[in-house]
C-alpha cells in the first residue's frame, strides 16, 4: 500500500473528485451556502451597513420670522438631506432631542438680521446630539454647508460684489467615488467578507463528515496520498466558491448599482488567490475535529470574525491600535477587502493586486500544510 501512495496520481485525484462532486450536488445545503446564502448577506450588507444619511430629523429655531431669518429657514428646508421641523423657541425642540426625536437644531437668533445688516458678523448655533458622533457631525457639517451656500446667494442677489471675499477657494475633488456613496465601497468590501464566511464554511465539513458518516475508515484503507486527498476534496468546493463570486460581483454591479471598473478576469484570479487561504482554513477546521457542528462553531469564529473586524471592513485599520495592526496581516480578508475595492472603485491596478496575491498564497501555504500535518496523523 505505501508504495502504491507515492507520486501524485491523476486518476486517483479524478476519483476523488468525482466522489466530492457526486456529494456536493447531492447534499442541497451546499448549494445554497454557495450560491443563496451569499446573495442575501450581499444585500443585508449593502442596505444595512450604510454610512450614507438622507432626511435626517432636524429643528431649526427662527426667533424673527423676517427677512434673512425666514429665507434661511427656508434653504434648511429645501434640501433633501434634512427632514426639517421649525419652531419659535429653543424650548419646544430641547425635549425631542433629548427623546431621539430630533438629531440636532439650528438656532437663527432675534438678531441674526440686523447683524447681517451691520457686517458685523451674524451669529448660528447649532446644537446636536453627541451620544451619535457620526450623525451629530454630519449634521453640523451639512449646516455649515448649508448657510455658506446661502449666505453666497444672498451676496450675489444683494449686489455685494466689491466686498472683499476669500482669497483663497477650495473646491474639492473626490476621485473614484465622486458621489461618496457607501455603498460604492462597502458592496466590495461585503464580497469578500460573504466569501471567507463561504469558504472556510464549505471546506469546514468535509472531513468532518467523513468520520460522522464512517466512511473515513474506507478512505484510509485505499492506496491515495494526503496531497490528493486534499486536492480532490478541495477542487470542487473551489470551483463554487469562484462562482459565487462571480455572482455577488455581478448582483453587486447589476442590482446594487455599483460600477465595477476592473476586469472579469482580475476579479478571477483575485477570488481564486482568495480561496486558497479560505478554503485551506476551513479544510484545517475540517481535520482538528470529527464533529461537524464544532467544525461549522470553529469557522464562524475564526473566519468571519476577523475578517468582519479585523479586514478594514467597517474599521480603518490605521485607526486601531498597533499589536491589532500587526494582528490583520494575517488575515486574508484584509487583502481581499482591499483589492476588491480597488478593482471595483479604480480598475486593474495590477501593482497592488500582486502584492495581495503574494499574502494570500502565502497564508494559504501555510494553512495547507497545517491541515496536512493534522490529516495525516488522522489517516495514520
Not at 31 to 46: K, M, R
Not at 306 to 321: H, R, T
Request: glycine share 8%; hydrophobic share 55%; net charge neutral.
Amino acid at each position: 500500500m505505501s508504495a502504491n501512495r507515492r507520486g501524485f496520481s491523476g486518476a486517483r485525484l479524478a476519483a476523488i473528485v468525482r466522489k466530492e462532486s457526486f456529494q456536493v450536488v447531492r447534499d442541497p445545503s451546499n448549494l445554497l451556502i454557495a450560491f443563496v446564502l451569499p446573495v442575501v448577506l450581499l444585500f443585508l450588507f449593502a442596505f444595512a451597513v450604510s454610512l450614507d444619511l438622507e432626511e435626517v430629523a432636524v429643528g431649526v429655531v427662527i426667533e424673527n420670522p423676517a427677512g434673512a431669518s425666514r429665507e434661511l429657514g427656508a434653504a434648511f428646508a429645501a434640501t433633501s438631506y434634512l427632514d426639517v421641523r421649525f419652531a419659535r423657541d429653543r424650548r419646544e425642540l430641547e425635549p425631542l432631542l433629548v427623546a431621539g426625536e430630533l438629531r440636532g437644531f439650528i438656532v437663527i437668533p432675534q438678531d441674526f438680521d440686523a447683524a447681517l445688516e451691520r457686517g458685523a458678523g451674524a451669529r448660528l448655533q447649532v446644537v446636536t446630539d453627541g451620544s451619535a458622533p457620526n450623525t451629530a457631525g454630519f449634521v453640523a457639517n451639512y449646516a455649515r454647508g448649508v448657510v455658506d451656500a446661502w449666505l453666497a446667494s444672498h451676496r450675489a442677489e444683494a449686489g455685494d460684489v466689491g466686498k472683499p471675499g476669500p482669497r483663497i477657494t477650495v473646491v474639492p475633488r473626490f476621485w473614484y467615488n465622486p458621489e461618496l456613496e457607501s455603498r460604492a465601497f462597502i458592496a466590495p468590501g461585503a464580497i469578500a467578507i460573504v466569501m471567507t464566511m463561504i469558504g472556510t464554511m464549505l471546506t469546514a465539513l468535509v472531513v468532518a463528515r467523513e468520520w460522522e458518516r464512517g466512511t473515513m475508515e474506507a478512505i484510509i484503507s485505499t492506496p491515495i496520498g494526503i496531497g490528493e486527498f486534499l486536492v480532490g476534496k478541495l477542487m470542487p468546493y473551489f470551483l463554487l466558491g469562484l462562482i459565487a463570486t462571480l455572482a455577488c460581483a455581478l448582483t453587486a454591479e447589476h442590482v446594487l448599482g455599483v460600477p465595477m471598473r476592473g476586469s472579469v478576469g482580475a476579479l478571477l484570479v483575485l477570488a481564486a488567490a482568495f480561496l486558497v487561504p479560505a478554503l485551506g482554513q476551513g479544510l484545517l477546521i475540517s481535520a482538528a475535529t470529527k464533529n461537524q457542528f464544532v467544525a461549522s462553531q470553529l469557522a464562524l469564529f475564526s473566519g468571519f470574525l476577523p475578517a468582519l473586524l479585523l479586514s478594514g471592513f467597517l474599521f480603518e485599520i490605521d485607526s486601531m491600535p498597533l499589536p491589532l495592526q500587526w494582528l490583520t496581516r494575517i488575515v486574508a480578508a484584509r487583502y481581499f477587502v482591499e483589492s476588491l475595492q480597488t478593482l471595483f472603485l479604480t480598475g486593474d491596478v495590477w501593482s497592488e493586486f500582486a502584492r495581495s496575491i503574494a499574502a494570500l498564497v502565502a497564508i494559504g501555504a501555510v494553512l495547507f500544510a497545517l491541515a496536512a500535518r493534522n490529516t495525516r496523523k488522522r489517516l495514520e
